[in-house]
């Protein structure tokens, strides 16, 4: 299959078109191209998400986030993530990447990391609306191609929601992505689905919903609630990278794909395989590892004694013997659909983190 050319200024159509959109959430040291293989492998959502590149006077392109768009095999299109405020530096990036074969440029309004938003980016910028104009304009002249924003709903309240929602408009976005929470409200408080339905009917792009949709039935419900062209889901396909095929079947009104926990021991294998690396010491690679674990555990047993288990290992050996256990002492055992209710992935992402710069996976759960 091949890619949309950075300049296709339609967007690319679902793989089965008449279907709602999906879209892999861009996350920062998860939506790598190792990561996206693996998921394509056990069934690719229409769209991937960069995470997100850092744009400043000093900034390159990350080489690491260049080869997910480069060496993309997956045969879906990948949308180039930016984060940034300087309007020169900002179209100098786009200039860049479109050698590359980007599907089209996303901006990122959402990251909450302290870090981050206190430098008036990501989130920060949804204090104001008149930087974020700027850079609107900025970019869709930079773009020639696609260009998608990636929205939280308010910084703090949703005061300017409305104003950025027309901005969207009247820069000619052309996808918006809404995570239906503030700013403040960081990852695991409600997710107002009313507020992305507010965006559906306020814009004229379509809009893909995003936040907690933790199986195909919760994006059945979603889009139905939102009326949204599609979903953009990031945590839940960490647990369970079939989630998109899922989605498809349910949009199609077929029975959705059961899931055992033989199946989850096959994910393992293969996520380990595909995020080995040369330069990459076993227990760091183990400890990276856990990282995803953290989120399939949610599915593998409603005790958490998976999680607890496998928190503990340290070599490979150590860690695929806990997998053995717990995965295959029962193969034919379901891998729950939805998370099982209070098996948490640490550590807790409530207490914001002052150190981290970005979005990483030591500061979210789910
Ligand atoms: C580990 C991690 C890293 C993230 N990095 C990014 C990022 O680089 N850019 C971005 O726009 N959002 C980032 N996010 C937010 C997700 O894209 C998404 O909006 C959020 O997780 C809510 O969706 P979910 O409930 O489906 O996970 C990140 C989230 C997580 C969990």
Not at 248 to 261: K, S
Request: net charge neutral; charged share 25%.
């Amino acid at each position: 299959m091949t890619v949309a050319p950075a300049v296709s200024t339609t967007l690319p159509s679902a793989i089965l078109p008449a279907q709602p959109l999906t879209a892999l959430a861009p996350m920062q040291d998860v939506t790598d191209l190792a990561f996206m293989g693996v998921v394509a492998h056990y069934g690719a959502p229409d769209y991937f998400f960069t995470e997100f590149l850092r744009v400043h006077s000093m900034s390159r392109p990350e080489k690491h986030i260049l080869r997910s768009i480069d060496e993309n095999v997956t045969g879906r299109p990948v949308f180039a993530q930016l984060i940034g405020e300087d309007v020169t530096h900002l179209a100098r990036t786009v200039d860049e990447l479109l050698r590359h074969p980007i599907a089209g440029i996303d901006l990122n309004l959402g990251c909450p990391a302290p870090k981050v938003y206190k430098k008036n980016v990501g989130g920060g910028l949804l204090r104001d609306p008149e930087k974020i104009g700027e850079i609107l304009a900025a970019l869709r002249a930079a773009v020639p191609g696609l260009f998608t924003v990636k929205m939280r709903i308010g910084f703090e309240d949703t005061r300017h929601f409305d104003r950025v929602l027309d901005l969207v408009n009247e820069h000619r976005v052309d996808l918006l992505s809404v995570h239906g929470r503030t700013v403040k409200e960081m990852y695991r408080s409600e997710v107002h689905y009313n507020f992305i339905a507010h965006a559906v009917s306020r814009v004229r792009c379509p809009v893909l919903a995003n936040g907690n949709v933790t199986s195909a039935a919760a994006a059945h419900r979603v889009i139905g609630e939102t009326r949204a062209a599609g979903v953009m889901i990031g945590r839940h396909a960490i647990r369970n990278p079939w989630i998109f095929r899922q989605c498809r079947e349910i949009f199609a009104g077929r029975p959705v794909m059961r899931l055992t926990l033989a199946d989850a021991r096959d994910y393992v294998e293969r996520l380990y395989r595909a995020t080995q690396r040369p330069d990459l010491e076993e227990r760091y690679h183990v400890n990276k590892m856990k990282k995803y674990l953290n989120f399939v555990g949610q599915s593998v047993d409603a005790d958490g004694a998976f999680l607890h288990a496998m928190r503990r290992t340290e070599t490979e050996t150590e860690l695929f013997a806990v997998c053995d256990r717990h995965l295959l002492a029962e193969p034919t055992r379901e891998f729950a659909p939805e998370p099982y209710p209070g098996v948490i992935a640490r550590p807790n992402c409530e207490t914001p983190n002052t150190v981290a710069d970005g979005c990483s996976l030591e500061t979210i759960t789910a």
